[in-house]
């Protein structure tokens, strides 16, 4: 078997339909599906049954204990020489694993990612979160959409790992928040070789709400932290922007109570990030909707890096201690 496509889901099931039908539609066919049930309350198993005459698919389900030992519970059971790491929220181009493979067959590689990019029936709302999520004009330039990078650090929604390192490298760890990009960090520790694939993209759906964006992303803050907690030398500058726009967006508010000019930077940061929007998307609509999700994920992350900041770096919490109301659902 070439490849294990490992798909975490919690409470997912429609989302988990779009993946599995965009997996039928692969040109290269040699793979299995293993999908893992997190503590569901509403299962997906019927969902996987539908595509057991059109797919190898294996389902298993077990008790919630957060998506990287939920990616382990899987792998263990996996056959592939490689392991593909998806999210439920994704859907594949028909040319996906062939893409992988192609990579693959050109110069073999230990670990790899791939980008993402927003499908045509995707909401504006989604769009304009996923244009949020790849702007130059937020954090997202710096995560994945460049062909030249000195090291790559491969994210969950669309992650593979030849098995053997997967394996030497023990899986995931506990970690609740930053659990890949942990991963990411001990395929380089561990001397491994790890590529962009840039044509080995995926649509990511990602959250399609602006509340559960911004619990996404205020995680992810979290996340930047507690990676500085175990490696300090993983925290760079570019990761303590976010932090920086929400402290400065704050002041400029207060500011603004004397001084109504106060409010001309983001005034303009707002029509800069809808006017860019706007040309990409093609729609004043999304362009609109993308200052607010742009807002979203710097003030987002921003806030959630704070938070953690204080509680670990000041206080001198542990993860778990400090953020226990956040394990595992």
Same mark, same amino acid.
């Given at each position: 078997?070439?490849?294990?496509?490992?798909?975490?889901?919690?409470?997912?099931?429609?989302?988990?339909?779009?993946?599995?039908?965009?997996?039928?539609q692969?040109?290269f066919?040699?793979?299995?599906?293993?999908v893992?049930?997190?503590?569901?309350?509403?299962?997906?198993? &019927?969902?996987?049954?539908?595509?057991?005459?059109?797919?190898?698919?294996h389902?298993?389900?077990?008790?919630?204990?957060?998506?990287?030992?939920?990616?382990?519970?899987g792998?263990e059971?996996?056959?592939?020489?490689?392991?593909i790491?998806?999210?439920?929220?994704?859907?594949l181009?028909?040319g996906?694993?062939?893409?992988?493979?192609?990579?693959?067959?050109? +110069?073999?590689?230990?670990?790899?990612?791939?980008?993402?990019? &927003?499908?045509?029936?995707?909401?504006?709302l989604?769009?304009?979160?996923?244009?949020?999520?790849?702007?130059?004009?937020?954090?997202?330039?710096?995560?994945?959409?460049?062909?030249?990078?000195? /090291?790559?650090?491969?994210?969950?929604?669309?992650?593979?790992?030849?098995?053997?390192v997967?394996?030497?490298l023990?899986?995931?760890?506990?970690?609740?928040?930053?659990?890949?990009?942990d991963f990411?960090i001990?395929?380089?520790?561990?001397?491994y070789?790890c590529?962009l694939f840039?044509s080995? !993209?995926?649509?990511?759906?990602?959250?399609t709400?602006f509340?559960k964006?911004?619990?996404?992303?205020h995680?992810?803050?979290?996340?930047?932290i507690?990676?500085? /907690?175990?490696?300090?030398?993983?925290?760079?500058?570019?990761?303590?922007l976010?932090a920086a726009?929400?402290?400065?967006v704050a002041?400029?508010?207060l500011?603004?109570?004397?001084?109504?000019?106060?409010?001309?930077?983001?005034?303009?940061?707002?029509?800069?990030?809808?006017?860019?929007?706007?040309?990409?998307? +093609?729609?004043?609509?999304?362009?609109?909707?993308?200052?607010?999700?742009?807002?979203?994920?710097?003030i987002?992350?921003?806030t959630?890096?704070?938070?953690? !900041? !204080?509680?670990?770096?000041?206080?001198?919490?542990?993860?778990?201690?400090?953020?226990?109301?956040?394990?595992?659902?």
């Open positions: 078997m070439r490849y294990s496509v490992i798909i975490p889901v919690y409470n997912r099931p429609d989302e988990v339909d779009e993946l599995l039908q965009s997996l039928t692969q040109t066919k040699e793979f299995e599906v293993i893992v049930e997190d503590g569901s309350s509403i299962p997906c198993k &019927a969902v996987t049954d539908t595509y057991r005459p059109l797919l190898d698919i389902y298993y389900a077990k008790p919630n204990s957060g998506p990287g030992q939920t990616r382990n519970y792998a059971r996996s056959r592939g020489e490689y392991l790491i998806l999210d439920s929220d994704c859907i181009p028909e996906y694993l062939a893409a992988l493979e192609e990579e693959l067959q050109r +110069r073999p590689a230990d670990a790899f990612g791939g980008p993402d990019r &927003a499908h045509a029936s995707f909401t504006d989604q769009k304009a979160i996923n244009y949020s999520m790849t702007s130059f004009f937020t954090t997202g330039g710096i995560r994945g959409g460049k062909k030249k990078m000195d /090291k790559f650090y491969p994210r969950s929604f669309n992650m593979g790992v030849r098995r053997e997967y394996q030497a023990g899986g995931f760890s506990r970690m609740r928040f930053g659990e890949d990009i990411s001990r395929i380089f520790k561990g001397g070789d590529r840039p080995a !993209w995926v649509y990511h759906k990602r959250r709400d509340r964006f911004f619990k996404q992303v995680n992810s803050g979290i996340a930047r507690n990676l500085y /907690k175990k490696y300090p030398e993983s925290l760079k500058l570019v990761h303590l976010p726009f929400t402290l400065g002041f400029l508010l500011a603004a109570l004397c001084c109504p000019y106060s409010l001309l930077p983001i005034l303009f940061y707002a029509l800069l990030v809808c006017a860019d929007s706007t040309v990409q998307n +093609r729609s004043l609509r999304i362009g609109i909707y993308s200052i607010v999700a742009s807002f979203i994920q710097l987002g992350y921003g959630g890096f704070l938070r953690a !900041w !204080w509680n670990r770096c000041i206080r001198g919490k542990e993860e778990f201690e400090a953020f226990k109301k956040n394990f595992y659902k």
